[in-house]
């Protein structure tokens, strides 16, 4: 158990213990552990609180935890607040080999604070231009069924700062295979799994066609690209569930996103196999996630390739 998951359990163990948090499958204990117990911790201890070695590398740790949170539950990520983002660029001061390893580490959770606040605001964008297309009963192709220059804006500004996410996080992965990580396989495989997820849901964020109705270029990924991008997450997430401990569980949301891509047969036992040994170490909640995603293929059908 790492020094993040101690900590949890030591200050919630008065509202539950581990055993609960074993047998839920409804996700509703682990969300209120992450979103309630830990956000208590370290909100109200604020961003000066880490400045050691040690506290920055429980607060990363964190961050990666909260970013999987709201991308999963389509929440706000107050992590992409200013006060917090700027914690991160602490790293970005130095240029030693070992703080440039540390640099584009938080450029990647960076990107995925960014990318949690992008989902929830794309999600109210579309619910206000759903209300507007129906009230006005226009086409969805007719730009005067979005009657709110504000709205309208706001949209666009969406837009942009999807290109700006994708672009950092392209330009990250080179970095990211620059340095020696023989040593810390496991975090490497963590990252990787983080770059090529957070690739794939950004352009699934812009998949409803009333995002074509600002006529501006989406930040999407091409279908094969994104395809490539679920195969390589996967393969990461074998290798790190394989060292996984308790902290396995917080991997199927990416695990999800990767087996909502995928439609061989061949990969989607893959995908099966893992939930699996994630239930196999004792966490009810990926029967769960199993049953949802078996669903969603069985709507969807499959194929042979990808």
Same mark, same amino acid.
């Given at each position: 158990?790492?020094?993040? =998951? ?5 200050? *919630? $163990? ?16 682990? !969300? ?9 911790? #370290? ?5 000066? @609180? ?11 740790? !964190? ?28 790293? =970005?001061? @130095? *240029? ?24 929830? %605001? ?7 231009? $759903?209300?507007? $297309? !129906? ?9 005067? @069924?979005?009657?709110? @220059? ?28 620059? !340095? ?5 396989? *496991? ?13 794939? *849901?950004?352009? %699934? ?34 290798? %790190?569930?394989? #060292? ?16 909502? =891509? ?16 994630? =239930?196999?170490?004792?966490?009810? #909640?990926?029967?769960?996630? %199993? ?16």
């Amino acid at each position: 158990m790492g020094v993040l =998951e101690a900590l949890w359990f030591t200050r *919630s $163990r008065k509202h539950t213990d581990a055993s609960q948090l074993m047998t839920d499958a409804s996700t509703t204990r682990w !969300y209120l552990m992450t979103k309630c117990t830990l956000q208590r911790i #370290v909100q109200l201890r604020g961003p000066e @609180s880490f400045s050691s070695p040690v506290a920055l590398a429980i607060f990363n740790q !964190y961050w990666v935890l909260e970013s999987l949170r709201t991308l999963a539950f389509d929440e706000d990520n107050t992590l992409a607040d200013p006060k917090w983002l700027s914690l991160l660029g602490r790293a =970005e001061e @130095s *240029s030693t080999r070992e703080v440039a390893t540390q640099r584009d580490q938080t450029r990647l959770l960076r990107c995925m604070a960014l990318l949690g606040r992008l989902n929830y %605001r794309s999600l109210i964008w579309l619910e206000r231009a $759903r209300a507007m $297309r !129906y009230s006005n009963s226009l086409p969805t192709h007719n730009i005067s @069924s979005l009657r709110d @220059s504000i709205h309208f804006g706001e949209g666009k500004d969406i837009i942009q700062e999807g290109h700006m996410v994708r672009q950092e996080l392209l330009q990250l992965a080179p970095d990211l295979h620059t !340095y020696n990580w023989i040593q810390a396989r *496991s975090l490497f495989d963590l990252m990787m799994s983080l770059y090529h997820c957070g690739l794939i *849901s950004l352009s %699934r964020l812009f998949i409803d066609p009333l995002w074509s109705i600002l006529g501006e270029p989406l930040p999407m990924l091409p279908e094969d690209a994104i395809r490539y991008h679920a195969i390589a997450a996967l393969e990461h997430l074998q290798r %790190r569930l394989q #060292v996984a401990g308790m902290e396995s569980v917080f991997f199927l949301p990416l695990l999800t996103t990767v087996a909502l =891509e995928v439609r061989s047969r061949v990969y989607r036992d893959k995908v099966s196999r893992i939930f699996d040994s994630v =239930e196999g170490k004792g966490f009810a #909640v990926a029967a769960t996630a %199993r049953s949802d995603v078996q669903l969603a293929w069985a709507l969807v059908g499959s194929s042979g390739v990808g």
